[in-house]
């Protein structure tokens, strides 16, 4: 602080050495010039807080607070500390999943809800069929298994997303599932519906990486993440066209990255050294696209395995073990399956980190859901046995835990 005492001195040493006065000058200047920017930080603060652009932040950041908090509302069967409550919860009846949902939905919006007690569940049960045409106009057909208390984002190839409970979604009767009576979330315009995602944990997490069917990366901070959704907007996620973004996979520091390919080629790749801008780090042919996308956590890999699901009902299983680890943006990735079968038409349906407890469901082409547990799935070695005139069209896994 420039007090009156310091003038009064400063003009003593002038008086007393006029050589010093040019330094005290300086001085002077420098300090003036970092009061008139503290000055004019200040102007623009006042300015914000005159205009409300600082009531419309905060007001905004309530909201992502209050959006989190119902999210662990329904993650913990209602059951959420506050501060000034005592710091550990004790679990409830309603904080144990006792239904798996099952979600079977296409590039126009449209999905269909199934739900089942998870006590209800036999491998190898046929536990729904899609009735009439099982691909509305050829689209590609995905799966997803979550548990009731699950939030889904639906998020467009335009960047554009949309959040709700997986209850908002109306159940159908497993048996009589028709696209006629789905659930409608639209696009707007040319726009298509690229996945759909549980986002519950998203607060767990430490990042968030966008995929793109071409191999292209970004990771995005969680705290930013959810900036992103307070706008219903995170980014194409691509470099170009005819490129569009198709996962998105939450993730910690340390863990590893796998992207799995339609045509049998995957990458791993350790999470902390991604991009955080859009960029390129698999090689794909101009045939081939990103089908899968999950992350391998750090320690004992022993309880896991890596499963991939062919269109012809073919289960291959490795040990975590196997992944290659590059450190490269420019590889073509590590192969699944012999060229050979690639060449005879064999592709992928599906991919995921699993356990063996945990279970495999398929969509038929002739429109039957199965679910099968892990386990039997990699003793079997085929979902389709005898039954060459059938094809898998999608694969996901299901976890029973919370």
């Given amino acids: 602080m420039i007090t009156r005492e310091k003038i009064d001195e400063w003009i003593h040493e002038v008086e007393e050495r006029p050589s010093s006065a040019s330094l005290i000058i300086r001085f002077i200047g420098n300090r003036l010039i970092d009061l008139s920017k503290w000055n004019e930080e200040l102007q623009t603060e006042n300015l914000a807080l ?3 652009n600082k009531v419309e932040e905060y007001e905004e950041r309530i909201a992502n607070l209050e959006y989190q908090t ?4 329904r993650q913990l069967g209602g059951e959420v500390v506050l501060p000034n409550q005592p710091s550990f919860v004790t679990p409830s009846a309603g904080t144990t999943p006792k239904n798996v949902n099952l979600l079977i939905y296409h590039t126009q919006g449209q999905a269909l809800r199934i739900e089942k007690p998870l006590s209800d569940l036999v491998s190898s049960e046929k536990i729904g069929n899609v009735s009439g045409e099982v691909t509305p106009a050829n689209l590609p057909i995905r799966l997803l298994a979550v548990h009731s208390h699950e939030e889904l984002l639906f998020a467009f190839d335009s960047g554009r997303t949309v959040t709700m409970p997986v209850t908002a979604i109306p159940t159908m009767n497993p048996d009589l599932l028709d696209w006629q009576e789905s659930f409608l979330q639209p696009p707007l315009g040319t726009e298509e519906l690229a996945f759909i995602q549980p986002v519950a944990r998203m607060a ?7 995929i793109s069917r071409k191999g292209c990366v970004k990771k995005i901070k969680e705290a930013l993440f959810e900036t992103y959704l307070g706008k219903s907007y995170i980014g194409t996620g691509i470099k170009s066209p005819p490129d569009k973004t198709c996962e998105l996979v939450f993730s910690g520091k340390n ?3 796998v992207l799995v390919s339609k045509e049998g080629f995957l990458v791993c790749l350790e999470v902390d050294p991604l991009p955080t801008t859009i960029e390129e780090v698999l090689r794909l042919s101009i045939t081939d696209h990103i089908i899968a996308a999950f992350t391998v956590p750090p320690g004992d890999p022993f309880e896991t395995s890596l499963l991939f699901i062919t269109q012809n009902g073919k289960i291959i299983h490795r040990h975590p073990d196997w992944l290659d680890t590059v450190s490269s943006f420019k590889t073509k990735g590590q192969s699944i399956f ?3 079968r690639r060449e005879a038409g064999v592709r992928l349906v599906g991919a995921a980190l699993t356990r063996n407890e945990n279970w495999g469901i398929a969509l038929r082409s002739d429109g039957q859901l199965t679910f099968r547990k892990v386990s039997e799935l990699m003793g079997s070695g085929t979902l389709l046995s005898g039954e060459p005139d059938i094809s898998l069209l999608s694969f996901t896994t299901f976890r029973t835990g919370s």
Avoid: M, N, T
Wanted: proline share 0%.
């Fill in 50 to 52: 005159r205009a409300g």
């Fill in 70 to 73: 119902g999210l662990l509302k």
């Fill in 204 to 210: 767990l997490s430490e990042f968030c990486i966008q």
């Fill in 255 to 257: 863990e590893r990255l």
């Fill in 338 to 340: 012999s060229q050979e």
